[in-house]
């Protein structure tokens, strides 16, 4: 059984991450999971916070000489914001007065939670709810990645559209759509965009957004390749590959919607336009002629590209304030409180999109292959790719 817990607040001393149930003698190096917080910190549009962080981990348990030992691993991320925060988030009772936040800003977890938990002080709500809380799960997704790569299996993401800014056509869903050269220019690009010209109107359409004090939402893609057939099932609701997706998704901070392969499309045309016809070449193996179901048929993997496309809202922090209420006096106020923020968070949701994607096959392909070892997850993994 594969499972992970998070922990930490947003400028508390640490972000702490314990995994369960990787096997033992996986071999995984730090830089490659540091890489992965370092590309989510990256994309235009990120604010402030960015600038103070410098994340990576520190394995506390369960790793040996660079391999897995079969226990549970933890890692921590140091939050070096937490000097200047060390007052207000301290853990023991202080003298200072601090002032509490009463004010809420719409869209965010301000209300609801503040209601939910009785809380006084909405900074009690802010520490956990903040996006700063995905560092966690890239981490782990970046343990994740390690994993799938002993199988063939890669997971890529990039933009599709800022605002009202996107491709003009649809791309396709094959796996020869996603090429070498194309997640390279990717992650060259500032947007996570693979076409230089749309980069530079996303950046375009970012910059009058902070000119007006507004933010920017949009759609990032998650490719996943190299999948055997026959992760997930369809012998439970929640055991479905794609149901475990859509939460994945769902779970990330400002994502409002989620879809798999054609998604959306598939509904305004007919079942004959939309189906992936099925073909078994010379050489014995399985292919579709489309991808319409983005990798997963009956809530299993099909063994085509696994293709997920994911709509964030504009981050919910508006330099120009909205309207709010003060939860302390219920007054309606002007303007809701401001805080550092980022105007557009779509590129750096997109790794941690990754990340999600990464832990949902890792829960999938030690669902289907199991073993205590990683030799022994490897023997039966090929045993039973050989049969098809």
Known sequence: MFRFLTAGESHGPCLTMIVEGLPAGLTVEKAIVDADLHRRQGGYGRGGRMKIEKDAIRFLAGVRHGKTLGSPVTMQIENLDWVNWNERMSAAPVEAEIDPV??????????????????????????????????????????????????????????????NVTYETERALTADAYSVEMWSAVEQSPMRCADATLTEKMIARILEAKREGDTCGGVFEVVATGLPIGLGTFSQWDRRLSARLGMAMMSIPSVKGMEIGSGFAATRTTGSHVHDVLRHNEQGKWSHLTNNAGGIEGGI??????????????????ARSLPSVDLATGENTDESRYERSDVCVVPAAGVVGEAMMAIVLTEALIEKFGGDSIEETLRNYHSFVQQY
């Open 102 to 163: 009463t004010r809420v800003r719409p869209g965010h977890a301000d209300f609801t939670g503040s209601v939910k938990y009785s809380h006084d002080d909405v900074r009690n709500v802010i520490e956990r709810s903040s996006s700063r809380e995905t560092a966690s799960r890239v981490a782990v997704g970046g343990l994740c990645r390690q994993y799938l790569a002993q199988f063939g299996i890669e997971i890529h993401s990039h933009v599709l559209s800022v605002a």
């Open 301 to 318: 993997s099909n063994g085509e590209p696994i293709v997920v496309r994911v709509g964030v809202k504009p981050i919910p922090t508006l």
